[in-house]
């Protein structure tokens, strides 16, 4: 069975500052996905990331990046000089495969960010 | 392109009631799914479907019906509404094998009395 463990319920900061998303998985996959989505006080639920088991390269995207580490099972998000418009819910999620063979995601319970004029 | 809609927004049903909760995608993606978002519990799927005619359950499937009689629409059913249904739904579509990227509708928000 997948799970995806994001521990942080709720996090504030000052705006500016760094903060660091964590997000721990288990699979039995060779083969897998996570991803990271971001859902604003809006509601709608925004593609971030998605990466796949083979690649452990860290990845960058302007204020964001992400470090997936195999050996620990971990693929944590970093927002550097956070603003307010980072203001979010943030869900990690691993795919599976499904009776069809088809991918699947798991969510974790995601961790909620605040930042603070 | 229209994305993945859902209607209606917003719901308030009684216990016992049954409704559909519409969603459609024009982007002919094969993969669509239903998922609810509940309090410190994440994302869950509930149903899925790899195409026209094909549907499975997901984490939490009892108390939905689904079909997919066309790529364009998969459509959620309560039969008897609960309480424990209370809930913001998501639908969801991608091409099938390839998730590189969910593409979620905005959501229904149901409550249950």
């Known amino acids: 069975a997948q799970k995806v463990t994001q521990a942080q319920t709720e996090i504030s900061v000052v705006e500016k500052e760094d903060v660091t998303l964590d997000c721990v998985y288990e699979t039995r996959d060779t083969t897998y996905y996570l991803f990271w989505y971001k859902q604003p006080p809006s509601g709608e639920l925004v593609f971030l990331i998605r990466r796949n088991s083979f690649d452990e390269q860290n990845e960058i995207s302007g204020r964001y990046s992400w470090n997936f580490q195999k050996s620990t099972s971990s693929f944590n998000f970093t927002i550097t000089a956070s603003q307010v418009v980072d203001s979010a819910v943030y869900f990690c999620?691993?795919?599976?495969?499904?009776?069809?063979?088809?991918?699947?995601?798991?969510f974790g319970t995601g961790t909620r960010l605040t930042i603070i004029p | 392109n229209a994305g993945v809609t859902q209607t209606p927004k917003f719901q308030v049903l009684k216990t016992g009631q049954s409704m559909t909760l519409q969603c459609a995608q024009d982007m002919n993606h094969e993969y669509m799914s239903w998922y609810r978002q509940d309090p410190g519990m994440g994302l869950r799927l509930i149903h899925y479907s790899v195409g026209a005619g094909i549907t499975d359950q997901g984490e939490v499937p009892n108390g939905y019906n689904v079909s997919r009689s066309t790529t364009e629409d998969f459509p959620l059913r309560l039969l008897s509404a609960a309480p424990s249904q209370t809930s913001v739904y998501f639908c969801a579509s991608n091409p099938v094998g390839q998730l590189y990227e969910q593409y979620f509708g905005p959501g229904t928000r149901l409550t249950v009395t």
């Open positions: 999620a691993l795919s599976g495969i499904s009776n069809f063979g088809n991918e699947k995601l798991t």
